[in-house]
């Protein structure tokens, strides 16, 4: 695409006035056909030209010069209309590369109008075990267990701008199991995220309602939460509490027979360039002591920061060694869904107590109680096309720490991203 035919589509889009803007470039002429164009643009500062005084609008554009033009776009979407807007949106989602490159951060906004957008994703899952003391087997009916089994979820969100600093969002949720003894067990949709989210400032934020919370790196809980969050400080520091119920996982029963809610400080550092530090403590306000502490790290190093090493270790105040929970593992690799042919692989080393503080993990262990279990889980991730996503998980070598011998487990995820 020639630069004069971007620059007359960029005036169009941003409705840019200036008629008496100056032009700052010796090779465009006023009997050029794009000249007031060209012109208003440089005036507002949209388009620049070369050190030599000249524009080259003859010559075809790069994509990095056009997420330039975009990318100075972006801040004026409080003075265009809503086509204009939306245009600029989709313009902003096909240069999103190009901007992070330049340092703009863009999410995907091919979906946005105006201050609303929606975003979504969907999954397919295939989980089983290789023996018939299947670990997914149903207790009601012992008759006819499966060796396999099959789910999918679909996910939307929706996400208000309410104004600078505050959004609502709104997440529906719906899933369902089947296999060869499928009841009706689909899952209605529902509302499993609404929240809204104030900024204070560029250093605290504060989140309100049904949203998520991850504790250390997901060793302990990953999984929905009732209550509000808080925020302060910058990406290389930050401090966040929470108060209110966790929503999944054995400590959330408690909570919710008891009427009992928790507390979490978390403590987030970057350490230089590559390391990751995390370090928290979480207060059951139950009739029972639940506290717990822990910490985790990880380090992302080598060419292109592809090698990961990371761990987490959690413990109940209260009790010794049969109280605590550890994860470690190695990687390689840089997967990222929206870019096709990006991989990577991990191998973890998991060994929880007999009362582990493991009520929610990350990670989709088959030990229903999340405790008294060794072993190693293998995941590869592979991005066959843009939002389009495989994920492998197997678990291998498994036990209870009296020895107890688990059955292997594998998993396989299609993952689609909208």
Not at 22 to 33: G, Y
Not at 46 to 74: C, S, W
């Amino acid at each position: 695409m020639k630069k004069h035919l971007a620059v007359l589509a960029a005036t169009a889009v941003l409705g840019v006035t200036s008629a008496f803007a100056a032009n700052p470039f010796s090779d465009v002429t006023p009997q050029d056909w794009a000249y007031q164009a060209v012109a208003q643009l440089a005036a507002q500062g949209v388009v620049n030209g070369y050190p030599d005084g000249t524009f080259k609008g003859q010559h075809n554009i790069t994509r990095y010069e056009m997420a330039q033009m975009v990318a100075k776009a972006l801040v004026r979407q409080d003075r265009v209309d809503a086509e204009q807007n939306a245009i600029i949106n989709r313009l902003a989602n096909e240069f999103s590369a190009e901007l992070n490159n330049l340092g703009v951060r863009v999410a995907t906004l091919e979906n946005k109008v105006g201050n609303f957008a929606f975003t979504g994703d969907a999954r397919l899952r295939y989980q089983g075990s290789h023996t018939k003391e299947n670990l997914y087997v149903n207790d009601e009916d012992t008759e006819s267990p499966r060796l396999s089994k099959f789910d999918y979820r679909a996910r939307v969100q929706f996400e208000a701008t309410v104004n600078d600093n505050t959004k609502a969002v709104v997440r529906l949720s719906t899933e369902k199991e089947f296999g060869a003894n499928d009841k009706d067990n689909t899952t209605a949709a529902s509302v499993d995220q609404v929240y809204v989210q104030h900024n204070f400032g560029k250093y605290a934020t504060a989140t309100v309602g049904r949203q998520d919370l991850v504790i250390g790196s997901g060793l302990t809980y990953d999984g929905a939460f009732e209550g509000a969050q808080a925020t302060v400080g910058k990406d290389k520091l930050n401090a966040t509490v929470s108060y209110g119920y966790m929503v999944d996982g054995d400590l959330a029963d408690r909570s919710r027979e008891e009427n009992a809610q928790t507390t979490s400080y978390q403590v987030n550092a970057k350490l230089g360039k590559h390391v990751d530090a995390k370090g928290y403590y979480v207060q059951y306000h139950g009739d029972k002591s639940e506290n717990y502490f822990g910490g985790a790290v990880d380090t992302h190093f080598g060419p292109h920061s592809k090698v990961w090493l990371g761990g987490e270790y959690s413990r109940y105040e209260a009790l010794g060694a049969a109280g605590e929970g550890w994860t470690a593992g190695i990687g390689y690799g840089k997967y990222d869904i929206t870019k096709p042919g990006t991989w990577s692989t991990k191998a973890q080393y998991f060994r929880l107590g007999e009362v582990a503080p493991v009520t929610s993990p990350t990670w989709n262990l088959p030990d229903i109680s999340n405790s008294n279990f060794r072993g190693w889980l293998g995941t590869i991730d592979y991005a066959v096309a843009k939002n389009v996503g495989v994920t492998l998980n197997a678990q291998l070598r498994s036990k209870n720490l009296d020895g107890y011998a688990l059955p292997d487990y594998y998993r396989a995820e299609l993952n689609y991203q909208f």
